[in-house]
């Protein structure tokens, strides 16, 4: 049942990574925490490996449609390595009641990031300093919730920068790849600690999921996916809370 479990989870998964380019580590999480009884270090770790997986499936079809700006991913991985494998190597020593509390208010903060609309404009280039300040931020999420960063990618390309809806989701795709193979390693400490079993069911699915929801992601009504998405990160964070500092 668990293997079952893992494959429409990891579908689920899939599906949200590919039509949007971000949240499948904002789900993996919290759905190995409650629904598998991962501990938060287990299943951080396996996000990791799940959203990997998904993301590069995810991936291929955009480099083909040519909507992925690798220069610019390129830098955000390579600024962020400090703060990625910082907070990689020292997430094991963290409490769990700290992790999932900074992992609810990053679920809030991307809830209400999907919820800002865009204005249409012309593509802008991408200023060093928020290069910068992205590369820092996603490295400190990846490292610490496992979270590959794409919430934050792709808002602030699309309404800052005026990158168009695809090219942000691919972009989002190859940043969350390329983090993702840096933290995974950076846990090598926590490897141990995961039983493997529902990660790699939930990965079978999400690649092939993923691959399918981002060929047909042009066709979605991005405004729609957004807002339930947002809905859904909200619903996340208050029941983690509650899991957290009231009902445990």
Do not use: C
């Not at 390309?157 to 989002?172: D, I, Y």
């Not at 079993?197 to 996916?225: D, E, H, W, Y």
Request: aromatic residues 10%; proline residues 3%.
């Amino acid at each position: 049942m668990e293997i079952i479990g893992g494959l429409i989870a990891g579908g689920f998964i899939g599906a949200v990574l590919g039509f949007i380019g971000a949240g499948g580590a904002m789900l993996s999480v919290p759905i190995l925490l409650y629904i598998f009884g991962f501990t938060p270090q287990a299943a951080t770790t396996a996000a990791i490996a799940v959203v990997l997986a998904a993301a590069i499936s995810g991936l291929l079809p955009k480099i083909k449609t040519k909507e992925v700006l690798f220069k610019e991913a390129g830098v955000i991985w390579a600024l962020g390595l400090v703060t990625n494998l910082g907070f990689s190597v020292i997430a094991h020593r963290i409490s769990d009641s700290v992790i999932t509390t900074g992992f609810s208010i990053v679920l809030f903060t991307a809830g209400t990031m999907m919820l800002i609309k865009p204005i249409a404009g012309t593509e802008k280039k991408i200023p060093i300093f928020w290069l910068i300040a992205m590369s820092l931020a996603i490295g400190s999420m990846t490292g610490l919730f496992g979270i590959g960063g794409g919430f934050l990618a792709v808002p602030i390309l699309v309404l800052f920068f005026k990158v168009p809806q695809g090219k942000a989701a691919g972009t989002s795709l190859a940043i969350i790849a390329i983090n993702s193979v840096t933290a995974f390693f950076g846990h090598f400490q926590s490897w141990s600690s995961v039983a493997w079993t529902v990660p790699l069911a939930m990965s079978v699915s999400a690649v092939i999921i993923a691959r399918l929801a981002s060929i047909k992601s042009g066709q979605m009504n991005q405004a729609i996916l957004r807002k339930s998405f947002a809905g859904l990160l909200y619903s996340i964070a208050v029941f983690t809370l509650l899991q957290t500092w009231v009902i445990a």
